[in-house]
């Protein structure tokens, strides 16, 4: 395979397809308007997997054409952070929007489809080798960042345009599988907690009882919701029930000093994207001491609950060890049919809105819910019946959920493997092309 060196500049068809945001007080959030052309700034970045994504400020369509011009970014287009984040790295995809326009914070890169892939520039970008160098470039005055100057003049060495669209569809379709997870994902947990927002917090079978109306679930199940309401609004002969009702508190922790570095490579941390989304990150960096996690237990963030961060850790993870942060709760459930019911339930809005009302600190960062105090929240209504047919209706929609997440970290793994490899010509297109075959 041929490279030829140059600087990403060169490589993308000139510096000018290399361009940042508008300077200094020129965009600020005073120029937000809640309709016209999106702005991208950090929490747009990585949203979707390789996609721009999440929610948008936008301004103006007159003030896009008029003072931004010279900062639009456009399907295909890739957005790198500039300060903030270092290491983000987006592609600007088809939809829902035409065009945008980059914050002060990101750079966007137009290149030359005649000379370049755009999408091989995005795993250019996300190579070792391309974060080596933005690594010893970085300016650290002030906030640390990285420049225009410095991405255009990035050091480079590319084979030609064929073999970038193949190393580029290659990791593509690793991609493209774990998002594909992702989203079958999102409509999974969307399904399971519709499911136990029907039954315990809506009361719908109850209520299309007393309204008449026809089951619309099976006649097995049907039969077990009660046909009233009782004086307090729940169903008839239902229990109230607290948290730790439900589940105990695990304080089994482990102390890292006590082990080497290489004993933590067999330890994997969970951690959540900007979607909320959980992932692992290894756990080697530890610095203190941690909670251990059984197999079939819950993780419930101590943090703000503005924003959910729940985990069900199963049976049927990965092959490691697994450790979390103390930020967490370890919740174990009293009951194994509950384990779905209490992680719909921690997801569900009353639950969250008691838990915001529970928040002590000073400032939003350094907020946090006291676990024992949690602990003796009220869950929800229900019969011991119910609990454990909710069980097993859920816990095959969370089970493919688990199994989505396990083999997305996989082919997580094998891209950023094949990555290197592939830019630097280590291994062929053929040889990656097989391994990918394997693997789905």
């Not at 592609?91 to 489809?113: F, W």
């Amino acid at each position: 395979m041929k490279f030829l060196q140059k600087t990403l500049a060169d490589a993308v068809g000139g510096a000018e397809r290399i361009s940042g945001g508008p300077f200094g007080s020129k965009l600020t959030s005073n120029d937000y308007r809640k309709f016209g052309i999106p702005v991208i700034r950090g929490s747009n970045m990585e949203s979707n997997g390789r996609w721009i994504g999440g929610n948008f400020a936008f301004v103006s369509v007159e003030r896009a054409e008029k003072e931004y011009k010279s900062n639009i970014a456009k399907i295909d287009d890739i957005i790198v952070t500039q300060r903030g984040t270092l290491g983000q790295v987006s592609i600007v995809p088809k939809h829902p929007y035409a065009k945008y326009v980059i914050s002060q914070s990101q750079m966007a890169i137009s290149p030359d489809k005649n000379l370049v892939n755009s999408h091989f520039i995005y795993y250019y970008l996300k190579s070792p080798q391309f974060s080596r160098y933005a690594d010893s470039q970085i300016i650290q005055t002030g906030v640390p960042h990285i420049n225009l100057g410095i991405l255009r003049n990035a050091p480079c060495m590319f084979p030609d345009l064929d073999k970038q669209k193949q190393i580029a569809a290659t990791l593509g379709f690793l991609d493209d599988k774990i998002d594909l997870n992702r989203r079958t994902n999102e409509t999974l947990e969307a399904m399971a907690r519709a499911l136990f927002r029907d039954w315990f917090v809506d009361f719908g079978p109850t209520r299309a009882k007393m309204a008449g109306k026809a089951p619309y679930l099976a006649p097995e199940l049907w039969e077990l919701f009660p046909d009233r309401l009782d004086e307090e609004g729940k169903p008839e002969g239902w229990q109230s029930l607290l948290l730790a009702d439900l589940a105990t508190l695990s304080k089994s922790s482990i102390n890292p000093a006590q082990f080497s570095d290489e004993y933590f490579l067999h330890f994997s941390l969970p951690a959540f994207d900007k979607g909320m989304m959980p992932h692992l990150v290894k756990g080697e960096a530890i610095k203190s001491g941690k909670f251990s996690l059984p197999s079939n237990s819950i993780l419930l963030s101590k943090l703000n609950p503005e924003t959910p961060r729940v985990w069900m850790v199963t049976a049927h993870e990965e092959p490691y060890q697994r450790i979390c942060s103390t930020e967490f709760m370890v919740l174990n459930p009293c009951e194994k049919d509950w384990l779905a019911l209490i992680y719909c339930a921690c997801l569900s809005q009353p639950f969250r809105e008691i838990l915001q009302g529970m928040v002590t600190g000073t400032s939003k960062s350094h907020q946090r819910v006291q676990p024992l105090a949690a602990m003796q929240t009220h869950l929800l209504h229900a019969t011991d019946i119910l609990m454990r047919q909710f069980g097993l209706t859920a816990q095959p929609l969370l089970a493919k959920i688990n199994f989505n997440r396990n083999e997305s970290n996989t082919l997580a793994q094998l891209r950023d493997f094949l990555l290197p490899k592939l830019m630097s010509g280590n291994i062929s297109v053929r040889d990656a092309e097989k391994m990918v075959e394997d693997a789905a």
